[in-house]
């Protein structure tokens, strides 16, 4: 059974959690950075990224985490969790975790299509379909060849993974499918 922590300073941490637990792990919710010690895998929920950006500082949480994800520890952003993770954000705006090689465009499809939803396999991912819910979703709109990337829906880059982070413009934990969760935890067990 694997300790996977889920930042729980705001946004869909109860639904990660929910899923976590579904696959028999041990989901924790993560408000210290004491409780970042012992944990085998972590993910930064959806929510608004500012808000979670500013109490990641508040919390005294931010650059723990940081040194956790360079030296190793898997974590995985859906949506504003990208946001965090991003090492450059398009336009002017600060960037916050600044681990990943990727530039986020944040509410990317702008608001005439601000929600949408789609199924789409994602070869490496699984051989089925995925539901895919999109909620003023960023997209990836720049990355270093270190990244891999995984998936795009309509030419853009929503899913993408460099060494032990992942990060993915859609929400699997606001579905029914646990493939991605799954995806993931195989990652936490792989990954060295
Ligand atoms: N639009 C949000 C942001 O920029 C992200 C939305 C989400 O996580 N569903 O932070």
Request: charged share 30%.
């Amino acid at each position: 059974m694997k300790n996977i922590g889920v930042l729980a300073l705001q946004g869909a941490f109860k639904e990660h959690i929910d899923m976590i637990k579904s696959l028999g792990h041990n989901g924790i919710e993560i408000r210290k950075a004491e409780q970042l010690n012992h944990l085998d895998g972590m993910i930064l929920p959806g929510g608004e990224s500012t808000a979670m950006g500013k109490l990641l500082k508040d919390f005294g949480i931010k650059e723990v985490l940081k040194d956790k994800i360079k030296n190793g520890l898997p974590v995985w952003g859906t949506c504003a969790g990208m946001i965090l993770l991003a090492k450059k954000l398009d336009g002017d705006e600060d960037a916050h975790l600044k681990v990943m090689d990727i530039e986020v465009r944040r509410n990317a499809y702008g608001t005439q299509l601000d929600s949408f939803a789609t199924k789409e396999t994602i070869e490496g991912v699984s051989e089925k379909e995925i539901p895919m819910v999109f909620i003023r979703a960023p997209y990836i709109v720049g990355m270093d060849e270190k990244v891999e990337l995984l998936h795009k829906v309509d030419g853009n880059i929503v899913a993408v993974r460099q060494n032990n982070m992942i990060a993915t413009s859609f929400h699997p934990e606001l579905t029914d499918d646990a493939t991605f969760h799954e995806y993931f935890i195989n990652m936490i067990k792989e990954y060295k």
